[in-house]
């Protein structure tokens, strides 16, 4: 099993940028997919999480809502996140995880994980 994630950078306060993770998970779309974030110095936190097959249902942090949207390709094998308004408290590692069937916000949930893409939003 393979997450590989990509789409970070550097980017000032209230610009976009757009996460990708790509995976080689058997049967994608049977994975519930999410992302967290880890700042420096702090825990690692959820952000946003698609429900598997269609992808219909979504979770999303609070600190998150209605600036970022998780999708998902399953003929991409590849979920989303699109990062808008980004604010300089967005800047973290951010980590792709992904889970057969389950779904939920808690970290301890997904037992596959990619590498990390690190998002730098300047003030």
């Known amino acids: 099993v393979q997450l590989q994630a990509c789409g970070g950078g550097l980017v000032q306060a209230g610009g976009s940028l757009r996460l990708s993770c790509t995976a080689s998970?058997?049967?994608?779309?049977?994975?519930?997919m999410a992302w967290f974030r880890q700042a420096p110095g702090g825990a690692r936190e959820f952000v946003a999480a698609v429900r598997w097959a269609g992808g219909s249902s979504t979770l999303y942090a609070d600190s998150v809502e209605g600036r970022f949207t998780i999708s998902r390709d399953n003929a991409k094998n590849t979920v989303y996140l699109q990062m808008n308004s980004l604010k300089p408290e967005d800047t973290a590692v951010y980590y792709c995880?992904?889970?057969?069937?389950?779904?939920?916000?808690?970290?301890?949930?997904?037992?596959?994980w990619g590498q990390g893409t690190q998002v730098t939003v300047s003030s």
């Open positions: 998970l058997g049967t994608f779309s049977r994975y519930s």
């Open positions: 995880a992904a889970q057969l069937y389950d779904f939920g916000d808690s970290e301890d949930i997904y037992a596959y």
